[in-house]
């Protein structure tokens, strides 16, 4: 029970070394360590950069929807100047609304085409070289002479400006850089810079599309993550002194759960395992599952008294094992998933599982074993 108890405390210890001195981002910002491994090595999702090289900008872009349609096109200006502004830095790429597949002054520039077409006969066409006549033939074609709105647009386009409701033209897309990581800092600067230009033009004005909604949800693990965590911790400590009434029972049964707690926090940070929105809420379940080991071996030693941990071990010992070997087992389902966000959530699951356990059957029986050793020693010293 010495070198147990001794052991603990020195983990102990080392866990609160490491927490107090971790100089590293907790929070995953890298996105695509939350998506599939198998699609990041040689699916879609090893293949995405490319998307960027053929249709330069892509499919998921941040939607903008102001109430009016003039606001619409001072949001895209707007956009457009700040990207012209950053440069190279922007992490805009393309602006988009309904405004730019419908050429404005046609009736003036059909007239430049018919021009074109009388300064170009076809004995001077015959002249050009290939390409030439190809974009003089584009000039000379019936079709260029024909002006057209934006109800006349193919429906693919139509489809990406139109409203549930019906209403044409008010949507604005906005296209983040492609880059190969995807990270939170990118992502708010890109997402903040689109709410803050929505606002500035109609303040309210919705903003909306998978980035944003990914970003939300890191900030929410940021600003709520901590607190959700340490209100679980406090309701398993008010459930416990509200069922035991014993102070030396409820002491030892939250010594061990805070053992089994610090360890997983000094494991987290000594080996970089970053929370995401995913994997966090293995925190709180922790604290519900792990205290249950150490109130059913000390709510049985108390009944037991003094004297008994061995034979509590012994005997209850491996009742409340066992309980942990098939929730184990359960998270250790999810280490072999594809999507790396449900590795995580089981990788953290089962650590939490794992530190809790040992500390209510090994480290805290062991420091009641060995407490009870020294006052043998001093009675018969005495």
Same mark, same amino acid.
């Not at 002006?147 to 019906?166: A, Q, V, Y």
């Not at 959700?228 to 061990?256: P, S």
């Given at each position: 029970?010495?070198?147990?108890?001794?052991?603990?405390?020195?983990?102990?210890?080392?866990?609160?070394?490491?927490?107090?001195?971790?100089?590293?981002?907790?929070?995953?910002?890298?996105?695509?360590?939350?998506?599939?491994?198998?699609?990041?090595?040689?699916?879609?999702?090893?293949?995405?950069?490319?998307?960027?090289?053929?249709?330069?900008?892509?499919?998921?872009?941040?939607?903008?929807?102001?109430?009016?349609?003039?606001?619409?096109?001072?949001?895209?200006?707007?956009?457009?100047?700040?990207?012209?502004?950053?440069?190279?830095?922007?992490?805009?790429?393309?602006?988009?609304?309904?405004?730019?597949?419908?050429?404005?002054?046609?009736?003036?520039?059909?007239?430049?085409?018919?021009?074109?077409?009388?300064?170009?006969?076809?004995?001077?066409?015959?002249?050009?070289?290939?390409?030439?006549?190809?974009?003089?033939?584009?000039?000379?074609?019936?079709?260029?002479?024909?002006?057209?709105?934006?109800?006349?647009?193919?429906?693919?386009?139509?489809?990406?400006?139109?409203?549930?409701?019906?209403?044409?033209?008010?949507?604005?897309?906005?296209?983040?850089?492609?880059?190969?990581?995807?990270?939170?800092?990118?992502?708010?600067?890109?997402?903040?810079?689109?709410?803050?230009?929505?606002?500035?033009?109609?303040?309210?004005?919705?903003?909306?599309?998978?980035?944003?909604?990914?970003?939300?949800?890191?900030?929410? #693990?940021?600003?709520? =993550?901590?607190?959700?965590?340490?209100?679980? @911790?406090?309701? %398993? &400590?008010?459930?416990?002194? $509200? /069922?035991?009434?014993?102070?030396?029972?409820?002491?030892?049964?939250?010594?061990?759960?805070?053992?089994?707690?610090?360890?997983?926090?000094?494991?987290?940070?000594?080996?970089?395992?970053?929370?995401?929105?995913?994997?966090?809420?293995?925190?709180?379940?922790?604290?519900?599952?792990?205290?249950?080991?150490?109130?059913?071996?000390?709510?049985?030693?108390?009944?037991?008294?003094?004297?008994?941990?061995?034979?509590? #071990?012994?005997?209850? =010992?491996?009742?409340?094992?066992?309980?942990? @070997?098939?929730? %184990? &087992?359960?998270?250790?389902? $999810? /280490?072999?998933?594809?999507?790396?966000?449900?590795?995580?959530?089981?990788?953290?699951?089962?650590?939490?599982?794992?530190?809790?356990?040992?500390?209510?059957?090994?480290?805290?029986?062991?420091?009641?074993?060995?407490?009870?050793?020294?006052?043998?020693?001093?009675?018969?010293?005495?």
């Amino acid at each position: 029970p010495t070198f147990i108890w001794f052991s603990s405390l020195l983990m102990l210890c080392l866990s609160i070394v490491v927490c107090k001195n971790y100089h590293f981002g907790i929070i995953e910002t890298d996105l695509n360590k939350l998506r599939d491994k198998r699609s990041m090595e040689r699916g879609s999702g090893a293949l995405y950069h490319y998307i960027d090289d053929i249709f330069h900008h892509s499919f998921s872009p941040m939607v903008i929807l102001p109430k009016e349609r003039e606001n619409s096109r001072k949001i895209a200006q707007a956009f457009k100047d700040e990207k012209k502004r950053e440069g190279n830095n922007s992490p805009i790429t393309t602006v988009q609304t309904l405004d730019d597949f419908v050429p404005v002054f046609q009736k003036e520039k059909i007239q430049v085409i018919q021009e074109i077409q009388r300064m170009l006969p076809p004995r001077l066409v015959s002249l050009l070289s290939e390409e030439q006549r190809k974009i003089a033939s584009e000039f000379r074609s019936p079709q260029a002479l024909i002006p057209f709105n934006e109800l006349d647009l193919p429906p693919m386009i139509l489809s990406k400006f139109k409203e549930t409701d019906g209403v044409l033209g008010r949507i604005v897309l906005v296209d983040k850089k492609i880059e190969s990581k995807d990270d939170s800092t990118t992502i708010g600067r890109f997402v903040q810079t689109g709410r803050h230009i929505a606002d500035s033009i109609a303040k309210g004005t919705p903003v909306a599309g998978d980035l944003p909604i990914s970003y939300d949800m890191f900030e929410a #693990i940021l600003e709520d =993550g901590p607190k959700a965590t340490f209100f679980a @911790f406090l309701a %398993v &400590v008010f459930l416990v002194v $509200l /069922l035991f009434h014993n102070i030396k029972t409820i002491g030892l049964v939250l010594i061990a759960l805070s053992f089994g707690v610090i360890w997983l926090a000094g494991i987290i940070f000594g080996f970089h395992i970053k929370i995401n929105f995913l994997n966090f809420i293995a925190l709180p379940i922790t604290f519900g599952i792990g205290v249950d080991y150490g109130v059913n071996i000390f709510q049985r030693y108390r009944e037991e008294g003094p004297g008994s941990i061995l034979r509590v #071990i012994r005997d209850t =010992g491996g009742a409340v094992m066992l309980s942990s @070997f098939t929730t %184990v &087992v359960g998270y250790s389902s $999810l /280490l072999i998933a594809g999507n790396q966000a449900f590795v995580s959530f089981g990788q953290l699951a089962v650590i939490g599982e794992l530190t809790c356990l040992v500390a209510a059957i090994f480290s805290l029986p062991a420091f009641i074993c060995y407490r009870e050793q020294k006052r043998k020693a001093i009675v018969l010293k005495s």
